[in-house]
Each structure stands twice: as C-alpha cells, then as structure tokens.
C-alpha cells in the first residue's frame, strides 16, 4: 500500500515569495493529484500528472517518477493562495481504469501575508 | 455546466439517528467518488463507483455506511445509526474515465 508525506505541513510566506511545497511516496505510480482546498472547505483539483512538469498559472508541479517525488511551486505568491495543498496518489501500482481510489497526503498549510 | 454538488451542506444529528447524504456528479461522469475527512486527519477514500455498480468499497469504516448509485446518476451515502466518530465532513468527487477529478464542497456531518 502507498503512502505518502508532505512537507512542510504549515507554511507562511511574504506576499511574492516563491514557495515550494513537497510530496513523497512510496510504490510507483501512474499519476499523482495536487490538489487545494479553500478555507471554506471546499477543494479543487490543480493538477494529475504522470511525468515531467505541468504548468498553470502562477503554479508549477513537477514530477520524479524513480525518486518518487513530486514538487508544487507557487511563483509571485499572493494572499489568495493561502489555502491546504494536498498531495493524492493511487492507493496501489497499475490500479485499473481509475485516478480517484486515492491515498492523500495531510496537508501543507499555506499563508501568505500581504 | 452545474460542477458536483452535495446536499446538504452541514446537519447536525444525535448519536444513533440516521443521516442520508447526497451526491450528484457532473453529468456524464460514469466514475464518482466518496471521501471523509475525520477533524485532525487526512482525507480517505470511502468508496468508488462506476454508473450504478460498486467498483472498490475498500474504505467503507463499517456497515452502518451504505452507500447507492441508482440509475448510475446520483448517489446517496447512508450512515446509521450515526456514531460521534462518524463526524467530519464527506467529500464526493467524480470524473469521466481516466479523467481530472472535480469535487463538490462536502457535507459536514457533526454527531452529538
């Protein structure tokens, strides 16, 4: 079974800092989500990628698939990025036809100050 | 388009009664999904559903949950009777195949 680790787990940042959040896991996988949650409660799915980097925005996730690790950047950060990110992989290897039976990470808290 | 959208928002029940929480999916999207995230604790995966059948309930807690799909359109989640360590707030999430996952904002549960 996978498991996963974020770091940090809380994280406050000037307003235009860039900010690094990590994730690791354990057994290989086919994608790996980001994915933020408001303070209302409410999430959002940022990104699912297998391979390389992706890019949206002021946020970049880049992936390391033999060191099991994947990066989120948030570039010129700003107030309203203050929300949890959260890291999601599979819960096992190859799992067939679907990217939601997932393990989350717990969470980096992110606040960025004005 | 309407995203996934959860019914209701927050209820609040007493331990050993019976609370019904509804999903519907982004219409179209044959996967949906059901999370819980207990307070002080990351989210977990409940179970998983294609249309109307069960395709993984590996993270069902026990069987006082029960969760439907009828018509493989929305899909209900039944706790009873309810427990105090049954509160958190419960997340579904749908998608079309292999596709990018949109969530509904939760329904926050709190048993007294």
């Known amino acids: 079974k996978n498991e996963v680790e974020q770091s940090p787990q809380n994280l406050t940042a000037q307003e235009g800092e860039f900010i690094t959040i990590n994730c690791s896991y354990s057994v290989g996988i086919s994608a790996l989500h980001w994915l933020q949650q408001h303070p209302g409660g409410g999430i959002v799915s940022l990104f699912m990628l297998s391979s390389g980097k992706k890019k949206h925005g002021r946020l970049i996730a880049t992936i390391n698939i033999q060191e099991k690790h994947s990066s989120l950047h948030i570039t010129a950060s700003h107030p309203r990025d203050s929300a949890v990110y959260i890291c999601?992989?599979?819960?096992?290897?190859?799992?067939?036809?679907?990217?939601?039976?997932?393990?989350f990470g717990k969470g980096t808290k992110l606040s960025v100050k004005p | 388009e309407a995203g996934v959208t959860q019914f209701p928002s927050h209820s609040v029940i007493e331990k050993g009664q019976t609370v019904t929480l509804r999903c519907d999916p982004i219409s179209g999207h044959d996967n949906l999904y059901w999370y819980r995230r207990v307070m002080g604790k990351e989210i977990k995966f409940l179970l998983h559903?294609?249309?109307?059948?069960?395709?993984?309930e590996s993270g069902m807690p026990n069987n006082r949950f029960l969760a439907e799909r009828t018509g493989g359109t929305y899909s209900t989640l039944k706790v009873q009777p309810a427990e105090l360590e049954d509160s958190g707030v419960y997340f579904c999430?749908?998608?079309?195949?292999?596709?990018?996952?949109?969530f509904g904002e939760g329904s926050r549960l709190t048993v007294l």
């Open positions: 999601a992989v599979p819960t096992r290897i190859n799992y067939g036809g679907s990217q939601g039976n997932l393990i």
């Open positions: 999430a749908s998608s079309q195949a292999g596709g990018e996952l949109f």
């Open positions: 559903f294609v249309k109307e059948s069960k395709q993984d």
